[in-house]
């Protein structure tokens, strides 16, 4: 069951059981990682319930936190449909790299395929911080190139930081 709330005519957020929720740590992973999620094909909040059930069994990451999920238009490539989008706060040992390429791993298990920029997909998970470390690879941008620009990173982080 999900609680709903309109923002403004084409932001809405969504409370759950699982989204907008908290954890105690109690991980011995070493790295404190924040990560966008968000999808706009098929049934997405039922994809992040069990996106969430798929990081509370799986061992090298620990769930620490999740926000509201936002439903917020397209950016980019406009003739899709609207996103769903909300941030998760994991613990893990993994190094950045490695990280992004086990995020990736997790796209293409729940279907994501790449075929454009801004794209519909099924997942998109983006780190947005790692611990406080600053990355400019060709690879991975960390933190997120222009996160504190897109609403859909905003105002989830929000939720988490009240």
């Known amino acids: 069951m999900y609680i709903n709330r309109k923002l403004n005519e084409s932001l809405t957020t969504f409370k759950s059981l699982h989204f907008g929720s908290y954890n105690r740590p109690k991980s011995s992973h070493r790295y404190k990682v924040t990560v966008g999620i968000g999808g706009n094909v098929g049934d997405v909040k039922r994809r992040f319930e069990h996106l969430f059930t798929f990081f509370k069994k799986d061992k090298r990451v620990e769930l620490l936190q999740t926000s509201l999920i936002l439903k917020n238009p397209p950016f980019g490539f406009m003739d899709q449909d609207d996103f769903l989008n909300s941030i998760i706060v994991l613990q893990v040992s993994m190094q950045p790299i490695a990280f992004l390429d086990y ?57 988490i930081n009240k």
Do not use: C
Request: net charge positive; no cysteine.
């Open 103 to 159: 995020l990736h791993r997790v796209e293409k298990k729940f279907a994501r395929k790449r075929s454009f920029a801004n794209a519909p997909r099924t997942l998109d998970l983006d780190i947005i911080f790692f611990d406080n470390r600053f990355i400019k690879t060709d690879r991975l941008i960390i933190p997120h190139a222009s996160w504190f620009e897109r609403q859909s990173v905003v105002i989830p982080l929000m939720d």
